[in-house]
């Protein structure tokens, strides 16, 4: 049996190892300096826990590294440092929303200390969340990841390039993040010169529910690197970086408002666009 280790037990990365461990892999991770509720995500997904991120790297034959886009070469640097002997041959599969140079960066930190590395990029909510998320896949042993028994996801291998995964989340992600960036915007607004009845009148549901937008609210100290990353990547082909640094600088705000303190899980489905409004003005 595969083993897979994860670095990165939370919502996202709970979710994937959940959908691993429903196909009968082994999937181990450590909760060594991580939160109460990460605990608590990794026991609802059934993960096996051990004591540290050494005996992850150790025992893992595959390790899936889903950490928030600012964290992912630091993480690429501890994993780098906890090669072994037995190093050789294992994946390391950076599923992180990051620029192509930033996956190539971490790819070189991982390959000096003997892993092999493949790029991959996710696209959809947590598999425990809604079955059903893209995992796009690409460097010389993409199609082996891809060969995983994955379960409630969809693995897609985009080619043999590291960068090339990523390049497809920077692109997806700046549709489905810059909308709801717009949207939230517009809440704002309106319902500071006191129209937002009206506004959302005339916008119905096409670019989001409330609950997509609280849903977003709670990641948007994620979305702050993850813009940046956007920034960089198309920077990078020629195409100017001030849309997706300005994203940046609306989600650091929507950080600091008081809906963005609660966790993805726990936002109610019933919320009303006055209280989006209302949350994010405080």
Known sequence: MTVIGLVGAG?????LGWALREGGHDVVTSLAGRSDRTARLAADAGLRLLPRPADVAARADVILVVTPPGAALDAAREIAALAGPQT????VVDMNAVAPQTAAAAADLVTAAGFDFVDGSISGPPPTVRPGARLYLSGPRAAEVAALRWTHARPVVVGDRVGAASAVKMSTASVYKGLMGL???????AAAHDVLEPVLADLGEELGTPYEMALAATKAHRYVAEMREIALSQASVGLTPALFEAFAEVW???AG?????????????????HRVAEDLGA
């Open 11 to 15: 919502h996202m990365g709970s979710g």
């Open 88 to 91: 050789a041959g294992r994946i």
């Open 252 to 254: 650091s705000d929507v």
């Open 183 to 189: 949207l939230t915007q517009a809440v704002r607004a």
């Open 257 to 273: 408002r008081r809906l963005a303190g609660g966790d993805p899980e726990t936002v109610s489905r019933e919320i009303t666009a």
